[in-house]
């Protein structure tokens, strides 16, 4: 016969079964969108300073352009 080992000697390839492997499955799937809508997350801030970049380029020019006009017409009244 051949020899005999105690039951916890065994060396026994990891049991995967269908709910663990769905369970992996998941978080795989889950890990991906997470990395996904954090590169859409940082697009979108990368827009909203590119946005907020131009909304003050546009106001410091309406701010310029009123006061060329007041200086214009505090120019005309002078002597």
């Known amino acids: ?3 005999e080992r105690p039951a916890g000697d065994w ?6 079964c269908a709910p663990g492997l769905r369970l992996q499955a998941h978080e ?7 990395d996904g809508l954090r590169q ?3 697009r979108l ?5 590119r946005l907020e970049r131009r ?3 546009t106001v410091y020019g309406v ?3 009123i006061l060329a006009q007041a200086f214009q017409s505090v120019a005309g009244q002078l002597p």
């Open 63 to 65: 701010v310029g352009v």
């Open 40 to 42: 859409r997350q940082n």
């Open 11 to 16: 060396n026994l390839a990891p049991f995967e």
């Open 55 to 57: 909304l003050w380029v």
């Open 28 to 34: 795989h799937l889950m890990r991906v969108q997470i």
């Open 1 to 3: 016969m051949s020899e």
């Open 45 to 49: 801030e990368m827009m909203i300073e």
